[in-house]
Structures are given as structure tokens and as C-alpha cells.
T-cell receptor
Framework: AQTVTQSQPEMSVQEAETVTLSCTYDTSESNYYLFWYKQPPSRQMILVIRQEAYKQQNATENRFSVNFQKAAKSFSLKISDSQLGDTAMYFCAFMRYTGNQFYFGTGTSLTVIP | GAVVSQHPSRVICKSGTSVKIECRSLDFQATTMFWYRQFPKQSLMLMATSNEGSKATYEQGVEKDKFLINHASLTLSTLTVTSAHPEDSSFYIC??????????????FGPGTRLTVT
């Protein structure tokens, strides 16, 4: 079974600073996908970034980047130049390459302080 | 991008009644839809997976007779909470994906439905 662990229930960061959210996972699969989703107060789930496990290069999307360490089964999210609109719950998620089910972590509540 | 809608966004019902929540893929055909439940400040818990034209697959611990799922068309799945009780109060989220595997067709989430049972 796949498990996803987010060890930081709450975090805060000053506006314009950088913050890193941690995620580890456990799987016996060799091919899979990893995601970071954002859930703002509206509760709408928004895809932030995704990573294919077979790609060694870390994914980046504007101010968002990941540090994917496959051997360590670690998938952290770095948010640069934090903005007030980044305040949200962030969920790390795993999906098997041949599956379609998400396995979500418990989430990290991020607050950006003005 | 692909859009998934849910209706209603909020619903209040009395204990013992049934309530139906609709999940629609607006601009793509969703062969598979997922229903999640989320308690306050907690993660999403997968309840069931539904494939168009076939019976839903429920996760362990989810009562299939209480949470009826119908995926009758490629754009619509419904979740009916039967004989609702206050403990069924929660936030219900659906997601939808098209045909294929892997990331060819991603999952897209609806905005969620807040159910309150009084």
C-alpha cells in the first residue's frame, strides 16, 4: 500500500520569503507520479505542480519548484517570493503509473504573513 | 482547462432524509469519477471510484448502501446519501478524469459540496 506523510501540520512564512513544505512517501512501485495540490479557503483543489518519477529533473512552475529525491522517497515543495494568495492547505499526493487513484498526505496549512 | 462542477454547493437536510449531489464534467468526457469526503482541517478520504456504465468500487469501511453512486453518463456522476444522519455532515468533493492512463488524462476536481444534516 502507498502512504504519504506530511510532517508539518502548520507553517508560516513572511511575504516575499521562501518556504519549503516536506513530503515523504512509501511505495514499492518504480513508476509513479507525485503532485502538490493547493486548497485555499474556497476549498477548491488546485494543482500546483506534478513530477513524473522517471524524470530526474525537478519540476518547476513559476515560483513553485520541487526537490524530488527518489531514493529517499522525498518530494518537497519550495515556494519562492511567497504571496498572500499562497495561504492555503497544501496536500502532497501520489498516484501509481498504472492506476488512477490519488493517495493524499494529511496536509500542511501554510499562512503567508504580510 | 477542464472544468468539473458540483451541485449543490451547500445543502442542509433533516436527519433521516436522502440527499443527492451531482458531479458534472463540463467540457470533457469522464470515464472515471471519484468521490472524496473531507472533514475540517483533514485530508481527502477516497470513498469510491465510479466508471461510466458500471458499478462503483467502494473503499473499505464505506457503506455502499448508504452512499449510492451512479455514473450513468460520461459527464455525470451522482452521490446519494441515504437516510442521512448528523455524522454524515461533511464536505464532499468529486474529481473526474478522461480515458487513458497515466497523466494523459489528469484528474480535475469539483468545488465541493458542504452537507449539513440537522
Amino acid at each position: 500500500a502507498q502512504t504519504v506523510t506530511q510532517s508539518q501540520p502548520e507553517m508560516s512564512v513572511q511575504e516575499a520569503e521562501t518556504v519549503t513544505l516536506s513530503c515523504t512517501y512509501d511505495t514499492s512501485e518504480s513508476n509513479y507520479y507525485l503532485f502538490w495540490y493547493k486548497q485555499p479557503p474556497s476549498r477548491q483543489m488546485i494543482l500546483v505542480i506534478r513530477q513524473e518519477a522517471y524524470k530526474q529533473q525537478n519540476a518547476t512552475e513559476n515560483r513553485f519548484s520541487v526537490n524530488f529525491q527518489k531514493a529517499a522517497k522525498s518530494f518537497s515543495l519550495k515556494i519562492s517570493d511567497s504571496q498572500l494568495g499562497d495561504t492555503a492547505m497544501y496536500f502532497c499526493a501520489f498516484m501509481r503509473y498504472t492506476g488512477n487513484q490519488f493517495y493524499f498526505g494529511t496536509g500542511t496549512s501554510l499562512t503567508v504573513i504580510p | 482547462g477542464a472544468v468539473v462542477s458540483q451541485h449543490p454547493s451547500r445543502v442542509i437536510c433533516k436527519s433521516g432524509t436522502s440527499v443527492k449531489i451531482e458531479c458534472r464534467s463540463l467540457d470533457f468526457q469522464a470515464t472515471t469519477m471519484f468521490w472524496y469526503r473531507q472533514f475540517p482541517k483533514q485530508s481527502l478520504m477516497l470513498m469510491a471510484t465510479s466508471n461510466e456504465g458500471s458499478k462503483a468500487t467502494y473503499e473499505q469501511g464505506v457503506e455502499k448502501d448508504k452512499f449510492l453512486i451512479n455514473h450513468a453518463s460520461l459527464t455525470l456522476s451522482t452521490l446519494t446519501v441515504t437516510s442521512a444522519h448528523p455524522e454524515d455532515s461533511s464536505f464532499y468533493i468529486c474529481s473526474a478524469r478522461g480515458p487513458g492512463t497515466g497523466l494523459t488524462y489528469e484528474q480535475y476536481f469539483g468545488p465541493g459540496t458542504r452537507l449539513t444534516v440537522t
